[in-house]
């Protein structure tokens, strides 16, 4: 089945330790973006890809890296300079020019220990 | 600051009625407009889009769109229970950028 599959689905973090969210896509879509959000709250940007080798800060990049080395696939790690990490973090992609609809993996639930 | 702003609710209809939520949005060269539903501890689903001005129907969902006012709505006709869900307004600014609004938490009563 084409979709967007996140893993792990729960994630738990270790004081100073990094994690990594993976996202992968079978749906050829050119653009991926990471998403947290807070309990109540909104979606917030991280980082987005509009192709492969690219990537651009969002709005609340600082503690968090990705990489973007093939079209299927787009990492996310939290680093250990992240200090409130505890979120729901949400994948997306979309097909085709900026005016079509992001859509959304099913969403990594990540904790501290 | 380009802004999506949604009432937080909750929007409490019993069943059968006619749901009705809003949204409105800063930057009046917004080009698409769109319609997530979220159920609780679940991702964002689309459910809605809409990209000229006027009504856009798709079975019990219809989307309208207003520029000039910079608004758009969501009606839900015969609301079910299983419609209880937070709906989120997305607009696509001036720049291209998505910007999602906080949601709306809409609550059908049996």
């Known amino acids: 089945d084409g979709g967007i599959t996140q893993s792990p689905k729960y994630l738990f973090r270790k004081e100073g330790q990094n994690v990594t969210l993976s996202c992968e896509q079978n749906?050829?879509?050119?653009?991926m973006y990471w998403y947290r959000q807070d309990p109540g709250q909104g979606l917030r940007l991280i980082y987005y890809s509009q192709i492969v080798n690219d990537f651009q800060k969002g709005d609340i990049a600082e503690g968090y890296s990705v990489s973007r080395e093939k079209k299927e696939s787009f990492p996310l790690t939290v680093t250990s300079a992240q200090k409130n990490p505890t979120a729901f973090y949400l994948c997306?992609?979309?097909?085709?020019?900026?005016?079509?609809?992001?859509?959304f993996g099913d969403g990594t639930r990540l904790s501290i220990l | 600051q380009k802004e999506v702003e949604q009432n937080s609710g909750p929007l409490s209809v019993p069943e059968g009625a006619i749901a009705s939520l809003n949204c409105t949005y800063s930057d009046r060269g917004s080009q698409s407009f769109f319609w997530y539903r979220q159920y609780s501890g679940k991702s964002p689903e689309l459910i809605m889009s809409i990209y000229s001005n006027g009504d856009k129907e798709d079975g019990r969902f219809t989307a309208q769109l207003n520029k000039a006012s910079q608004y758009v709505s969501l009606l839900i006709r015969d609301s079910q229970p299983s419609d209880s869900a937070t709906y989120l307004c997305a607009v696509i600014d001036s720049s291209y950028k998505l910007i999602f609004g906080s949601g709306t938490r809409l609550l059908v009563r049996p």
């Open positions: 749906l050829n879509h050119d653009a």
């Open positions: 997306a992609s979309r097909y085709g020019s900026g005016n079509q609809p992001q859509h």
